[in-house]
């Protein structure tokens, strides 16, 4: 079946300090990806929709030089937190979506998620 | 405004009955209606798919059944287990293919 790693699954850094987290398609290409953040107990708030080849589209109030988003090839997208902050820990979801991928309609593939602690 | 609701945040049941989620939606149009299964600290899973035209779906216990005049879904669970026990997220797609969006979430705990 259809599966995405994403790593670190959990990483601590100082503040200040950038993060990188990624997201692989093992066996399967993914044009689109999307990057969510999650706070205990809530849903998943989207923050960007990454496209392979071209520049991502961030959610309104997401800011995009603090969290750099790449979609080099057809199956890895990073998201990459700059100058981070207290603040920006939470569980971050990476998904990629699989066109056609069940009796032609697109469904989505989710990684493990990345817990950031930022001290 | 547009709004995706599902039942109670949180659900309990005994085990071996039924468990009945629902989703509300408000202002969209799905071509499809996706309900997702997280556990704690993992990344959501994909369940099961209804299209517009459909009325119900069915895979081993679960079940979905779609209201386009209702604007409604709901997810059965029969014969609930302890293993069943996560929280369930229900997602619109309205097959733009850029966006799907996510319902706030039901905890499901089944009792033994």
């Known amino acids: 079946g259809a599966v995405v790693s994403q790593h670190p699954s959990w990483v601590i850094c100082k503040s200040g300090t950038s993060v990188k987290i990624e997201c692989r398609s093992l066996?399967?290409?993914?044009?689109?990806m999307f990057w969510y953040r999650q706070f205990p107990k809530q849903s998943l708030m989207l923050m960007a929709t990454?496209?392979?080849?071209?520049?991502?589209?961030?959610e309104q109030g997401v800011e995009k030089d603090k969290f750099l988003i790449n979609h080099a090839s057809l199956t890895l997208s990073t998201l990459t937190v700059t100058s981070a902050h207290p603040e920006d820990s939470s569980f971050y979801i990476c998904?990629?979506?699989?066109?056609?991928?069940?009796?032609?309609?697109?469904?989505?593939?989710f990684g493990a998620g990345s817990r950031l602690t930022v001290l | 405004s547009q709004k995706i609701e599902q039942n109670s945040e949180a659900l309990n049941i005994q085990e071996g009955k039924t468990a009945t989620l629902t989703c509300n939606y408000t202002?969209?149009?799905?071509?499809?209606l996706q309900w997702y299964r997280q556990d704690p600290g993992r990344g959501p899973v994909f369940l099961l798919l209804?299209?517009?035209?459909?009325k119900e779906k069915r895979k081993e216990r679960l079940k979905v059944t779609f209201d386009t005049t209702l604007k409604q879904s709901l997810f059965h669970i029969t014969a609930s287990q302890p293993a069943d026990s996560a929280t369930y997220l229900c997602?619109?797609?309205?097959?733009?293919?850029?966006?799907?969006?996510f319902g706030t979430g039901t905890s499901l705990t089944v009792i033994p």
């Open positions: 998904s990629a979506r699989r066109d056609g991928g069940y009796s032609g309609a697109n469904v989505l593939t």
């Open positions: 990454s496209n392979e080849g071209s520049k991502a589209t961030y």
């Open positions: 202002n969209y149009s799905p071509a499809y």
């Open positions: 209804i299209r517009e035209n459909e």
């Open positions: 066996d399967f290409q993914a044009t689109t």
């Open positions: 997602a619109l797609d309205e097959n733009t293919g850029n966006q799907f969006y």
